[in-house]
């Protein structure tokens, strides 16, 4: 099992991203941990190795990621995997047929595609809650719930779960409370702080940082739950490959520079955008404006680069995408370049039109993950995309329609 080496946990946050997990290479003290492109182990005799035997189980550059992001999480077990979507696919087979999840109904698209379009036809079943209020995921537990899974913030709508509220509800269930971290990285929010039993991220996003891979990662506190895993990681094989896992360490030792230099873009981008379109209209946790801006900063130290504008109608959203240009029209999130993209028709397409209308993901939602560019490139880029935006009627707001229908739920 890939547990994190002790003394790595008595550093810094900045400390650990850089070492944590890594130790000079034994034959030639490389201080960079080596890519291992090998599939198996060579063996002194039967029954005697290294403790490495075929890579699918065990291979050490995944080992020194696996650790690392074990450190950052503040947690003990890491397990790397070949995509998030990976990642919580494994996290599920640690559930059975007839097993129920309750699952926040503003998560990552494909995080609903899986459950809803796969897992589903193999018994397990899912209820889709608002997890911004603690009383209703409460009210869905059901004697056969097993887990609780929840994203904070919320992918695209910045809604924030109160981790603590509902690790205690999850406690109580005896569920697992299994949060996906990726919006926030360890660098603002360690889940485990405040009750988790899992905490996942596609490492695609701010882990990695330079959009050059694809991977997931779960990292747990408990022995018995780290066992299980490490079963169902080996059984199933969805294993990060160690070129991947290799960028990715790459990638952590900078995660605590790039995310404060998120944080501070985030919040000029936010900022130019409450005075363009007004408070109402803009989705990120670090505004007072954000109607749990408090509980934000009670579970998190920062607030990353994530923002999404509601701009009303397809036509305006397609006016800023089309003419951006520091802010490249893709999907994914939490690289060192800015992107903007329409969760609409592209992270969120899978979720059904009527769902997607009832949450708030309406087609002139737009999404920016800001990187690390100059703050001043990033304002005059959204200074040419939003001019002569065709005028935004006065606010009917998203957020009062979404209350409206939120409360008829
Ligand atoms: C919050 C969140 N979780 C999980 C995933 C899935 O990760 P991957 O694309 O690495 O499979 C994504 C992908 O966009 C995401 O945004």
Redesign the pocket.
Known sequence: MTRVFDDDLSAGFGTRAIHAGQRPDPLAGAIMTPVYLTSTYVQDALGEHKGYEYARGKNPTREAFERNVAALENGRHGFAFA??????DSLMKLFRSGDHVICAEN?????FRLFDRVLQHFGMSFSYVDTRYADRVADAVRPNTRAILV?TP??PLMRITDLDAVGTIARKAGALFIV?N??SSPYFQRPFEFGADVV??????YLNGHSDM???VAVVKDDELAARLQFIQNAAGAVAGPFDAWLALRGTKTLHLRMRQHDANGRRVADWLVEQVGAERVFYAGLSTHPQHELAKKQMSGFGGMISVELDTRERAAHVLGRAKVFSLA????GVESLISHPASM?HASVPPEIRARLGITDGLIRLSCGVEEPEDLLEDLERAFAEIPALGRRESASKRRAEASAAD
């Open positions: 995509s998030g979507m990976g990642c919580l998560v990552y698209g494909g995080t994203e919320t992918n996906d990726t919006f996942y991220h596609s490492t695609t996003k694809i991977g997931g999907e994914s999130l939490g992270t």
